[in-house]
């Protein structure tokens, strides 16, 4: 059983106790404590970026400043520019489906599970090759999540966005990313001949 202090403690996640029912994050937020919370898959605050879905699980708020964390969910295509992170480190986890990376100049191929570490100052992109994909993507020191809510939208809903749905063109995108110390410097993975 989860004590209530615990769960006041760790925010409203989707703990279960034996006696209550699951406590739900009210849609599309995050909690607020710094002392440590638990958020379920479709947890978190929902953007539509860039034709993906991306999910916000953590902040420079509730982390101190050392980390942000956003789930990004994808369909055959999705793909980031080659761009260079000038102030923060990037950790992408395959979650699920096939995912090109590109690190400097060499390409990788990932499938779930896969790891890529993209420091600082080394050009890295990525693109998704299977149907659909679920990537995590980990940033040190915290602030890419800023990034994301002044370049993508508030999400209807947990979904992929409609095709139909319009999005920033390159070079709103690109002047959005010099103002988050980021800098597109080449284009995304090709898809796979």
């Not at 999005?167 to 898809?191: A, N, S, T, W, Y």
Request: some cysteine; hydrophobic content about 35%; charged content about 25%.
């Amino acid at each position: 059983m989860i004590e209530p202090d615990l769960v006041a403690a760790i925010g409203p996640g989707s703990a279960k106790s034996a006696s209550t029912s699951p406590c739900k994050i009210p849609e599309m937020s995050l909690p607020t404590s710094i002392r440590g919370y638990v958020l379920t898959p479709d947890d978190g605050e929902a953007l539509w970026f860039n034709k993906g879905l991306l999910i916000v699980k953590a902040t420079a708020a509730q982390t101190e400043g050392k980390y942000s964390a956003v789930e990004m969910r994808g369909r055959k295509g999705f793909a980031s520019p080659l761009h260079v992170h000038h102030s923060e480190d990037e950790f992408f986890i395959v979650m699920s489906g096939d995912v090109r990376f590109q690190l400097g100049d060499e390409v990788f191929e990932a499938k779930q599970g896969s790891l890529m570490y993209g420091p600082r100052e080394i050009p890295h992109s990525f693109h998704v090759d299977s149907t659909e994909a679920r990537l995590l993507l980990l940033f040190g020191p915290a602030g890419t999540d800023k990034f994301f809510r002044a370049a993508g939208k508030p999400a209807r809903s947990f979904e992929l966005p409609p095709g139909d749905e319009e999005f920033l063109d390159r070079e709103k995108l690109m002047e959005i990313g010099r103002q988050f110390d980021q800098e597109f410097v080449g284009p995304p993975l090709r898809p796979k001949s």
